[in-house]
Structures are given as C-alpha cells and as structure tokens.
C-alpha cells in the first residue's frame, strides 16, 4: 500500500448523488482505488447514512471515515472518537425562527437534525424528496437563503461556525470543529504524505472550504460538480 497520497473524498455530490446510494461503476472505481492506497471519507453525514449509500463491503475498506464534519471518526471500522456539541435554546430558537420566516413556499419537516458535534439544518426539511431537494437548491441559488442564514448565525453566535451543505441545508458547529479537523487529523497520522481532496461545496460558505483551507505544499483540491465529474477524474488519475 502507497503511503505517499491520501485520497480524501466528500460523499454527497461526490462520490455519490445526493443523499442516494453509490452508483455501480463508483463502486467499481473506488474498490480498484482503495485496495492499495491510503482512502479517508470526510462527510457532513452521520455513519448510518454513509452505510444507506456506499455498500458495506466498500466502506470497510477505507483506512478512515470522517463522520458528521470530522466530529467522529472510525478507523478501519472502530470508532476512534466522537464530539459533542448540545444546542442551547438560542441557537433552537434562531433556527425555528428561520423555517418560520423563509419565503419559500415548500416545507416538508425534520428541519433540525442533532449529530454527534454538529447541527444539521435545512428550512425545506431534510424529509424532501428528491425532486424537492433538486427544486429548492435551484430556488436557494437564485435567493441565497443559506448564505444569508450562515451570515446572520455566525453573527449572532460568535463561538458558532455554519457552511452550506449538499443541496438543502447548513451545517452548524463549534468553531474549528469542521470538516478541516479532518485533514489536521489525517497530516498529524501521516507526515509525510500528499492529500487529494475531492469534494463539491468548496466555494467561500461551503462545507468542503475548511478541509481545502488546511491543504498545504503538494497537496490538491479538486472542486468537482457531479459524480460524474469525479469519476472522470479518478479515472484518468489511475488510468482506469
């Protein structure tokens, strides 16, 4: 096994449709990939929706998995750490306020999601299906809901830091405890070696943004749009 890259891949948007399973020739891709290199997941997502979209027999074979923002890890299947993160009742309210306020026309529940050192939420509702995940991204895109809800969080709760996530929602956590703990994390366990990072949320407010702001030296982000994109990228880095 090659020590000197590590392949770091966000999941949503990367390495599989949002919030749907992997597709078949992904999987293909990732099991010639993972089998002699050194592979990290760093995901938004908790562990039990990882499983619900990469298969067993894949995810097993990452040296690391980064779950909930880099707020807890397993490595190779045994779980290494987990943070806390408990909303108080500003925070709640600041959140319930915003489903109340927002102009868009379609909300479908289960706005505020409590993962293990982060918040997880969404004004249309994390119970969208994904015709509703596709319309209100484009809606979001043309309003900037998210970026105006990450702005005025972070200006009310200074010890705060929120990014938007996947297609629907913001993620919200302690500052520092972000995806980009995962790469200290990853740079402490393995010195001497280059990180690729693959991920689709890069820009300013993105999730993916603080792994990208701890890159260093050799190492390279690659911004991708679509699964598709990544794939193609995979490929012809390993001449697959």
């Excluded at 089998?35 to 039990?48: E, F, R």
Aim: net charge neutral.
């Amino acid at each position: 096994m090659s020590n000197k890259y590590i392949y770091v891949f966000d999941v949503d948007g990367t390495i599989t449709p949002p919030r749907t399973p992997m597709t078949g020739e992904m999987v293909d891709v990732l099991n010639k990939i993972v089998h002699d290199n050194v592979c990290a997941i760093v995901t938004g997502s908790d562990i039990l929706k990882v499983k619900q979209q990469i298969p067993d027999n894949l995810l097993k074979k990452f040296d690391y998995v980064y779950c909930c923002s880099g707020n807890v890890l397993y490595e190779n299947g045994n779980l290494v750490y987990s943070n806390k993160l408990v909303p108080n009742i500003r925070v709640k309210t600041f959140l319930d306020d915003a489903v109340q306020s927002t102009p868009y026309g379609t909300l479908t529940g289960n706005h505020i999601e409590v993962r293990p050192g982060m918040i997880n939420f969404s004004t249309v509702g994390r119970n969208a299906t994904t015709e509703q995940r596709r319309a209100y991204s484009e809606w979001d895109a043309r309003f900037q809901e998210r970026k105006r809800i990450v702005r005025d969080l972070r200006y009310r709760f200074s010890d705060l830091d929120a990014r938007i996530g996947g297609q629907i929602s913001i993620d919200i956590f302690k500052i520092g405890n972000d995806k980009g703990q995962a790469i200290i994390d990853l740079k402490k366990r393995h010195k001497d070696s280059i990180i690729y990072f693959f991920g689709d949320n890069m820009g300013v407010d993105g999730n993916d943004r603080p792994a990208v702001d701890q890159l260093s030296g050799l190492d390279k982000a690659f911004d991708v749009d679509s699964t598709n994109e990544c794939l193609c990228y995979l490929k012809t880095m390993f001449g697959i």
